[in-house]
């Protein structure tokens, strides 16, 4: 329309964000430095969109009514890590609405899973525990399911505990896109979803995994564990630690064109 | 008789206790050190181990509550804690998720005590005295069995965080930690 010279711009909570053609919001938000919560995106791989942490609104409006109040009018929700990024689009991501939103989504996996997380060799560079910490997460608000999970040894160097699996398929996209090996896969439908090993004994020790495997070091969570470097890193030092989970926005940010 | 009134606050009326915890989040409070002094400015204990009363007064202001459920008397303590302090606070991993004792709930209970109470040559002995409590067959979080108004992870939560949280709360604000002091380890 008439801010032609703005075409490759759109707004972030109210900031211009640059973009090029292609890319998505999330994207183009990292890039800029500008945080947007995520958990199964990832800068080296296709958007999965299934956690919707990432969920923005794209497009509300205000409104004037006869009595002289305003209202706002949400725009649509989406997913920012599979919605192009738009000249002109205005989009909300830090707004009240969406990081309760947003907190209620961390409380449903917290209860999902048994999270224990005092006990985890992921604790302190979990990313599901640093979004839990930066959106002030206190409590699981929801009944703990207590589900039955396995926890699979028979690899030798990979410690496979499904308690904290999150169903993000990190691992399965990157033992099939980088890897080609296949390893992971997700069977079941609803609260039985899964994640199953490509063994016939269903065992990670029979299949032809390695611990230099692309899908044996994305694992947002504990579920993937490198066997005898369990809390090697103090207390203290650990990544989020250190920082929370979104500081530096960049280093999520895609590392070069995502065909 | 107000116009005769000191103005000085009267203490908040605080009760603690640990269920299914090991004290650590107790220990945590004493790890606020010298600010001890401050907070007794401001409150005086009520039942808890810091005191060793045995029963809460009626009208306590705050409870703060270590451990989740696993037995029947911790239910009971828990009722006792609700029914008497006008806030609840659910402090640690342990009161707020189950913790570490809550990763039996994926075991049997009845298999649980035959493995710890197997006695070699004697079989099994499962201790059955009336004054033992009587297991649950799952280990709860407190917000389970009664509302809990504020819930402060950690495990245990330090000492810094257990102060900003108690300071805000006095000072009538919702406690919040921030980086650093929220951890769920
Ligand atoms: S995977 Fe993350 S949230 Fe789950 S127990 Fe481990 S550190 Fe905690
Ligand atoms: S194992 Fe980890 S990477 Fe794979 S689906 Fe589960 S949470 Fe995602
Ligand atoms: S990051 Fe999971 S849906 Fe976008």
Redesign the interface.
């Known amino acids: 329309m008439s801010d032609t010279q703005e075409t490759n711009c759109f707004f972030l909570d109210d900031e211009a964000i640059p973009f090029t053609p292609g890319q998505t919001i999330i994207q183009a938000a990292l890039t800029a430095g500008k945080y947007i919560p995520h958990l199964c995106y990832h800068p080296e791989f296709k958007p999965h969109g299934s956690c919707k942490l990432c969920t923005v609104r794209i497009d509300s409006r205000t409104i004037a009514t006869e009595d002289g109040q305003t209202i706002k009018i949400p725009g649509r929700a989406a997913a920012s890590c599979t919605t192009p990024a738009q000249a002109g689009q205005h989009v909300e991501s830090n707004i009240p609405e969406l990081l309760d939103l947003r907190r209620t989504l961390i409380q449903m996996l917290?209860?999902e899973g048994?999270?224990?997380?005092?006990?985890?060799e992921k604790?302190?560079s979990c990313l599901l525990?640093g979004l839990?910490?930066?959106l002030?997460v206190?409590?699981?608000?929801f009944?703990?399911y207590?589900s039955?999970?396995e926890v699979d040894a028979s690899h030798p160097d990979i410690l496979l505990d499904l308690n904290r699996c999150i169903l993000c398929e990190l691992c399965i996209r990157a033992s099939a896109e980088v890897d080609k090996k296949h390893v992971f896969s997700l069977s079941g439908r609803g609260h039985s979803k899964h994640l199953i090993c490509n063994a016939e004994s269903g065992k990670l020790g029979d299949t032809n995994f390695s611990a230099t495997d692309k899908a044996a070091n994305v694992c947002p969570v504990g579920v993937i564990l490198h066997k005898r470097h369990g809390f090697e890193t103090p207390?203290g030092q650990r990544r989020f630690?250190q920082n929370?989970i979104n500081a530096h926005a960049e280093q999520y940010a895609p590392v070069k064109e995502q065909v | 008789m107000n116009a005769a009134a000191p103005a000085v606050k009267p203490k908040l009326l605080v009760a603690t206790t640990s269920l299914a915890g090991c004290f650590g989040c107790h220990m945590s409070l004493l790890d606020i050190d010298e600010r001890l002094l401050d907070l007794i400015d401001l409150v005086a204990f009520d039942r808890s181990p810091i005191t060793d009363i045995k029963h809460c007064s009626p009208h306590c202001d705050v409870g703060i509550i270590e451990g989740g459920v696993c037995n029947a008397e911790n239910v009971h303590v828990l009722h006792e804690f609700r029914k008497n302090c006008k806030i609840l606070i659910?402090i640690g991993?342990c009161a707020?998720?189950?913790?570490?004792p809550?990763?039996r709930?994926?075991l049997d209970i009845g298999d649980i005590l035959a493995a710890v109470y197997a006695l070699p040559g004697r079989g099994v002995q499962v201790p059955n005295d009336p004054e033992i409590p009587l297991l649950l067959n799952?280990v709860?979080?407190l917000?389970?069995v009664v509302k809990?108004d504020?819930?402060?992870?950690g495990?245990p939560p330090s000492g810094d965080a257990i102060w900003k949280f108690l300071t805000d709360l006095l000072a009538g604000r919702t406690p919040?930690?921030?980086?650093?002091l929220?951890?769920?380890?």
């Open positions: 917290l209860v048994n999270h224990f997380c005092p006990s985890c604790s302190g525990q839990a910490y930066a002030g206190m409590n699981p608000h009944p703990q207590f039955k999970r207390y630690d929370p | 659910a991993a707020i998720n189950g913790g570490l809550a990763q709930n994926s799952a709860h979080p917000h389970e809990i504020y819930f402060l992870p495990c919040s930690l921030g980086h650093g929220i951890h769920y380890d």
